[in-house]
Every structure is written in C-alpha cells, then in structure tokens.
T-cell receptor, first 113, second 112 residues
Framework: NAGVTQTPKFRVLKTGQSMTLLCAQD?????MYWYRQDPGMGLRLIHY???????AKGEVPDGYNVSRLKKQNFLLGLESAAPSQTSVYFC????????????FGPGTRLTVL | DQQVKQNSPSLSVQEGRISILNCDYT??????FLWYKKYPAEGPTFLIS?????DKNEDGRFTVFLNKSAKHLSLHIVPSQPGDSAVYFC???????????FGKGMKLTVNP
C-alpha cells in the first residue's frame, strides 16, 4: 500500500496562476482533509470531505476549492494564486472511526511569487 | 481563539533524559487527544492517543497523561533518543466531529 500520496511535491507559481494539487489514498478511507502548514501556525484545515461527492469548509477555506469525485482522490484547487498561499500543503485521510487517527501524505511545497 | 495550545515552541534535552511536552486545551467538549510527530520534509505521523475516560496511556517509551480538570495533557518520552528530534503536534477531537484541532507544534531536539 502506498498510503497517502500527493502530487506534485514542489511547485512555483506566479501570482494569478491556477493549479490543482492531487491527493490519492489507497486505504479505502471515507474522510479526507487538506491542511496548510505555515511557520508558527501549526496545521490549519482548509477543506475536508466525509465521503465521495461531499466537501466542507475548514478553518481557512478562502481562495481554495476542492472536489471529491472519486473516493480515493481529493483535489485542492487554487484558481488565482496569491503570495499568501505560499505554504506546505498536507493531505490526510482516515476511516470513519471515533479516534480519527489521520494518515498524512508527504506534503506539497508551494511558492507563489 | 486557539482551542489547543502548545505554549513552548521548542525543547532541548540530552539523550537518555526525559522529554516532557505539554499541551493545554480550552474546549471541555474534547474527548479524544492525539500526538503526532513530524520530521522535516515529511508528513506528520501518528504517535499516541488517549481517550478522556483515561488519565494515562503508555506505548513503549511514550506515555501521555491527561488531566481533565486542568484541561492539560503531556507527552513523556523516556529515555529520549536523537531520533526523537522532530516537531510534535498535539491534537484534539470533539465527539461527533470529523475534524481534529491541532496545536501549533513544539520542536524537540535531543542532543547526543
């Protein structure tokens, strides 16, 4: 099992450009999450999904959109990138479980110039 | 308002000694707590957890203590090893919620 994978690992964008980050999991997990990690800010939830075809806003959703067309994939989109979106993005997934032990991907480092 | 707080950004200890990482929370509805460990350029990995019905959970060198009345939990690592050097995140879960609430993390350095 590959677990949770993220594509790409690194990306540099110019302000105003768009891109999509792909998260894939092969553990048949129902829940999937997108976080961003910034220095001194910990992990902040952007959007999440509790099942195929569902999405919900997290703590910092502005400027991002998501889609969960397939259970194993969770896409994070930036329609018009801004320097404030420079961050490391982590995807995570978990089974429907009261403990919510989340499995994380390796991260995508995004720089917006 | 930050619901999960890790007030110390860093801790440095000698190999073989005890490391104590602290976490405070404000939401009394949290009923499950987790610790994650993160190495540079990697995603966080689950370390240990505790339910609010317990006050201690132990897994090898790692022990988590929960003091519900003080809304405080701590992670003890004994003995500390250089490979434990990482950023540690405390996280909390409210029953019925699908979302973990993370603290800002604490960087632990274990010196040989």
């Amino acid at each position: 099992n590959a677990g949770v994978t993220q594509t790409p690992k690194f990306r540099v964008l110019k302000t105003g450009q768009s891109m999509t980050l792909l998260c894939a999991q092969d553990m048949n997990h129902e829940y999937m999450y997108w976080y961003r990690q910034d220095p001194g800010m910990g992990l902040r939830l952007i959007h999440y999904s509790v099942g195929e075809g569902t999405t919900a806003k997290g703590e910092v959703p502005d400027g991002y959109n998501v889609s969960r067309l397939k259970k194993q994939n969770f896409l994070l989109g930036l329609e018009s990138a801004a320097p404030s979106q420079t961050s490391v993005y982590f995807c995570a997934s978990t089974q429907v479980d009261p403990t919510n032990e989340q499995f994380f991907g390796p991260g995508t480092r995004l720089t917006v110039l | 308002d930050q619901q999960v707080k890790q007030n110390s950004p860093s801790l440095s200890v000698q190999e073989g000694r005890i490391s104590i990482l602290n976490c405070d929370y404000t939401n009394s509805m949290f009923d499950y707590f987790l610790w994650y460990k993160k190495y540079p350029a990697e995603g966080p990995t689950f370390l240990i957890s505790i339910s609010s019905i317990k006050d201690k959970n132990e897994d090898g060198r790692f022990t988590v203590f929960l003091n519900k009345s003080a809304k405080h939990l701590s992670l003890h690592i004994v003995p500390s090893q250089p490979g434990d050097s990482a950023v540690y995140f405390c996280a909390a879960l409210q029953g019925g919620s699908e979302k973990l609430v993370f603290g800002k993390g604490m960087k632990l350095t274990v010196n040989p």
